[in-house]
């Protein structure tokens, strides 16, 4: 790939990034990773499991100890809750309490339904091809940190 194909796809990400700041603005006290975790809890409680940190850690690919330190937050800001598994007590289980649905459905249902009023000229194709190239050229950014530091 040239050079220039380069700068222009980490422009894009810069733009990607302004993009996100344009969401809307979240109340005091409540990081855009919350959203976050409360979607992916979503998306694991309706493939019918209980989640765990691990769970929220392997599917957004980051670091346990960060995801632990974020739930234990949104514990203590009434977003989720914890529970033991009744089989083995070493096991934690993760839910979002009403709290935390209200705050995904107002920062992520409803945003997004809205959102996607406006997003009719953008296909299906042309979206996975985006999420496709980020991930890849993520996975690429991830491994040249590592070799060139």
């Known amino acids: 790939m040239e050079t220039e194909k ?3 796809m980490m422009d ?3 733009m990607a990034k302004r993009i996100r700041d344009m969401l809307p603005e979240l109340p005091d006290g409540v ?8 979607d992916t809890i979503h998306k694991l409680e309706a493939q019918n499991r209980k989640v765990k940190i691990s769970d929220v ?4 690919n980051l670091p346990r100890p960060g995801v632990t330190r974020t739930v234990k937050e949104m514990v203590a800001k009434g977003y989720l809750a914890k529970s033991s598994s009744e089989e083995d007590g070493r096991i934690t289980y993760i839910s979002i309490t009403e709290e935390g649905e209200k705050l995904s459905d107002k920062y992520d249902r409803k ?3 809205e959102l996607s009023k406006y997003l009719d000229h953008i296909s299906e194709e042309e979206a996975d091809s985006m999420i496709s ?3 890849k050229l993520y996975q ?3 491994e040249r940190r ?3 530091e």
């Open 111 to 113: 945003y997004y339904s």
């Open 31 to 38: 990081a855009p990773s919350y959203i976050q975790f409360l």
């Open 6 to 8: 380069i700068k222009r």
């Open 12 to 14: 894009a990400c810069y």
């Open 146 to 148: 590592i070799h060139l």
């Open 140 to 142: 690429v950014m991830c």
């Open 57 to 60: 850690s392997e599917e957004l």
């Open 133 to 135: 190239t980020i991930k």
